[in-house]
Nanobody
Framework: DLQLVESGGGSVQPGGSLRLTCTAPGYYYFHTHQSGWFRQSPGAKCVQVAEIDRDDATWYAASVKGRFSISRDRTKNTIYLRMNDLKPEDAGAYYC??????????????????WGRGTQVTVSS
């Protein structure tokens, strides 16, 4: 199946920043779909943290609002997630999702939309 590819994860101290990227192979174009980022933390439910629509409207989970920023580069056909002021609770595997109608549920996105292998983010002192 067609999969998205996430990258840019790493290990940072609290207060640090990372920029995650999401790319799609083939002829899939992010600008004609909804796209978003999800986080799977150890021992916690997978949750959506950000979304960007076709018209560039964005949505953020309350826990990351003001610190994270999702964006799309049409020329590069890439989705980004800029994460600032990272906190330990932000740690986890970050997954990119995209489709005609994005779900807020990770498993539903895995079944119905494009999904990737994830990129790991660790936040510790």
């Amino acid at each position: 199946d067609l999969q998205l590819v996430e990258s840019g994860g790493g290990s940072v101290q609290p207060g640090g920043s990372l920029r995650l990227t999401c790319t799609a192979p083939g002829y899939y174009y992010f600008h004609t779909h909804q796209s978003g980022w999800f986080r799977q933390s150890p021992g916690a439910k997978c949750v959506q943290v950000a979304e960007i629509d076709r018209d560039d409207a964005t949505w953020y989970a309350a826990s990351v609002k003001g610190r994270f920023s999702i964006s799309r580069d049409r020329t590069k056909n890439t989705i980004y997630l800029r994460m600032n002021d990272l906190k330990p609770e932000d740690a986890g595997a970050y997954y990119c999702a995209s489709g005609g109608v994005l779900s807020g549920d990770c498993d539903e996105n895995r079944r119905r939309n494009l999904w990737g292998r994830g990129t790991q983010v660790t936040v510790s002192s």
